[in-house]
């Protein structure tokens, strides 16, 4: 009998493979675990969508030995054969018994421990390799069924996200990253060589989001690359990550943007839960919440009062007009005490702490907001200052009137009342499986990392 798998045998995805019995099946997959014995021979393959056993009678199928003797795990194998069902196998009750075996690439020995191995009588047990050695090897790392799933569930909610806004119209835009003039403070920025001049990478869509609107776009969302040369190292920074921004037109105050926000994730949230709540449940421990509609808002004077009230947080003065760390991780335990929610709203800051582009009501109050959620920020939105001659002046106030002379232009000919927001997808990946954003994000950009 020949070894050589079949050219026009379909492959078949392991996560299908009940749907296969006693049928010929084409398997595709990485060598998870592999037990060789004189008489038999035990492979677990996995792909994307599930594991199968792997079973092969040496003295049946003496044409498989040379391929069996070079796999090891990790290495990439196509296996053919019959998929039968089992009561002896505890890996989904299902087993494939190969007639040909091919082995498509060899792995070295891996160079990190994914996951912890528990000590047995035969073998000691290994540690899980350190978080910067993972993410050194983040190619191999990434082949757990948990990290695979992180990305399945992030996919599913950015799918949501979007598939939302397009049953209202919105309309999808990509926007510059490189620009010519340092955006929003002129600080957190990453200056590039750009031919014979400085550009700069955006630290936010926030400016071309808003051209969009004096180009009478109305409704519009993006999805891409934004960059922050901070230099920060807590559990929620990174210099480079994927944001969800929005920006929608003719709105009558920033409680439109808020309410806008509260239904987009209440919506991708139920479409997570559904598809992969269980099975994020049981990997990462927690559940996917569907919120309730209205999302608790709070001023921020007020959160300060209920803190200090309620926990005994008393916020330095000069913080006041700001919401602390402290203050953030606090709100936590507050809007679940009193309301039973995972999301906050924030208002009511003060206007020294809010981007010169926030509208402000007539006693100088940012019409804009904080969204908390799970005690960690996810969103600053507002309704934007459209009057040309007021937004100049409220950049003039912070010295920023030359550094945004080009944006400023967008509101000269006319631009309507709007707002909008911005969402950081791996930081939501990040509170939705309660990881460190090191780890919810496909490859880590820090000041100190930039490989892989």
Request: aromatic share 12%; charged share 30%.
């Amino acid at each position: 009998m020949s070894n050589e798998t079949s050219k026009s045998l379909p492959r078949t995805s392991i996560g299908s493979i009940k749907e296969n019995l006693d049928k010929p099946v084409l398997l595709r997959g990485f060598v998870e675990n592999f037990r060789d014995s004189k008489a038999m021979a035990f492979i677990v393959l996995k792909d994307i969508t599930g594991k199968v056993q792997v079973t092969v009678e040496k003295e049946k199928h003496p044409e498989l030995l040379e391929e069996l003797a070079k796999v090891t795990l990790d290495s990439v194998i196509t296996v053919e054969g019959v998929a039968v069902a089992s009561e002896y196998v505890k890996l989904n009750g299902v087993e494939v018994l190969p007639t040909a075996l091919k082995v498509d690439s060899v792995a070295d020995p891996l160079p990190i421990v994914r996951e912890a191995i528990p000590a047995t009588k035969k073998k000691p047990g290994l540690d899980r390799s350190d978080i910067d050695t993972r993410l050194d090897y983040r190619w191999v790392d990434l082949r757990t069924a948990k990290n695979q799933l992180m990305f399945k569930a992030q996919t599913a909610f950015v799918a949501a996200l979007r598939e939302f806004l397009l049953k209202k119209d919105f309309i999808e835009i990509h926007t510059p990253k490189l620009i010519g003039a340092a955006s929003e403070s002129g600080a957190d920025v990453f200056k590039v060589e750009y031919f014979d001049r400085f550009a700069y990478l955006a630290q936010s869509p926030q400016f071309y989001k808003q051209m969009a609107m004096a180009a009478g776009f109305e409704r519009i969302f993006e999805c891409g690359p934004v960059f922050r040369a901070e230099k920060s190292f807590t559990n929620k920074h990174t210099t480079e990550f994927t944001g969800f921004d929005l920006e929608f037109s003719y709105i009558d105050s920033f409680h439109d943007v808020m309410d806008m926000e509260a239904q987009l994730l209440t919506y991708a949230l139920a479409a997570v839960k559904e598809k992969y709540g269980d099975q994020i449940a049981e990997a990462f421990g927690l559940e996917v919440v569907v919120p309730t509609l209205p999302f608790p808002t709070v001023k921020l004077s007020d959160l300060y009062a209920a803190l200090e009230a309620e926990f005994g947080y008393k916020v330095p003065e000069s913080e006041k007009g700001d919401l602390t760390t402290e203050a953030e991780q606090l709100s936590y335990e507050w809007v679940k005490k009193h309301y039973n929610h995972e999301f906050l709203f924030i208002t009511d800051y003060s206007a020294e702490k809010r981007a010169f582009y926030h509208m402000r009501d007539e006693n100088g109050i940012p019409q804009g907001y904080d969204l908390i959620w799970r005690g960690v920020e996810i969103t600053t939105g507002a309704q934007r200052e459209h009057r040309y001659d007021v937004l100049k002046k409220q950049a003039q106030e912070k010295g920023l009137d030359e550094d945004v002379k080009f944006y400023l232009e967008f509101f000269k000919y006319g631009c309507p009342p709007h707002g909008g927001f911005g969402l950081g997808v791996d930081r939501l990946t990040m509170l939705l499986c309660g990881l460190h954003i090191n780890e919810a994000m496909f490859l880590f950009r820090s000041p100190k990392r930039l490989t892989p």
